[in-house]
Antibody
Framework: QVQLVESGGGVVQPGGSLRLSCAAS????????MHWVRQAPGKGLEWVAF????????YYADSVKGRFTISRDNSKSTLYLQMNSLRAEDTAVYYC???????????????WGQGTLVTVSS | DIQMTQSPSSLSASVGDRVTITCRAS??????LNWYQQKPGKGPKLLIY???SLQSGVPSRFSGSGSGTDFTLTISSLQPEDFATYYC?????????FGQGTKLEIK
């Protein structure tokens, strides 16, 4: 069965950096686009970033553009989110999510991880 | 950016009730509208994709309809496990955007 397991969250000071990982299993990771979506405490869902299955294309929300970088290692079936210049408003649970399309993007999410909490605070 | 507006924001209902949640897009998104269910402490679960297609394993009491800018999620007969928060999401263009959520509570 499909599993997505995020890790790397924690407490970081404003201006700091953190790298999140998402270990995927149960499907052909290299054939699927992937996304990061976040949820601030008690709030709704916000799409953060997208990466194509072959890593040849990326998109970002304006709120993180220039500060966050999505990447993937298909040999390790792992998705990453490098977060730099963190702000208090980046505090959220970060979910990795699998795009439903195979070798083609559908831009919706058929599997989600359990999330990892990032807290930006001094 | 495409704004997604759900109504109501919260809803109280009883087991066996029929409930409808609406989602309106700020521009035409064809049928590129998806619905998710989220329970506390869990990642969301895909229920309906492209307006009306039921995701594998989702009970048939869930259905979706609409087109253009106005969409609905209907639960035909509420079950205890359906009390959760529901989100719509447009997949027409990036940035991908979600509605603010509808919290479905037990009356």
């Amino acid at each position: 069965q499909v599993q997505l397991v995020e890790s790397g969250g924690g407490v970081v000071q404003p201006g700091g950096s953190l790298r999140l990982s998402c270990a995927a299993s149960g499907f052909t990771f290299s054939g699927y686009d992937m996304h990061w979506v976040r949820q601030a405490p008690g709030k709704g869902l916000e799409w953060v970033a997208f990466i194509r299955y072959d890593a040849n294309n990326e998109y970002y929300a304006d709120s993180v553009k220039g500060r966050f970088t999505i990447s993937r290692d298909n040999s390790k079936s792992t998705l990453y989110l490098q977060m730099n210049s963190l702000r208090a408003e980046d505090t959220a649970v970060y979910y990795c999510a699998k795009d439903r399309g195979y070798s083609g993007t559908y831009y919706y999410f058929d599997y989600w991880g359990q999330g990892t909490l990032v807290t930006v605070s001094s | 950016d495409i704004q997604m507006t759900q109504s109501p924001s919260s809803l109280s209902a009883s087991v066996g009730d029929r409930v409808t949640i609406t989602c309106r897009a700020s521009q035409i998104i064809s049928s590129y509208l998806n619905w998710y269910q989220q329970k506390p402490g869990k990642g969301p679960k895909l229920l309906i994709y492209t307006t009306s297609s039921l995701q594998s394993g989702v009970p048939s009491r869930f259905s979706g309809s609409g087109s253009g800018t106005d969409f609905t999620l209907t639960i035909s007969s509420l079950q205890p496990e359906d009390f959760a928060t529901y989100y719509c999401q447009q997949s027409y263009s990036t940035p991908l955007t979600f509605g603010q959520g509808t919290k479905l509570e037990i009356k």
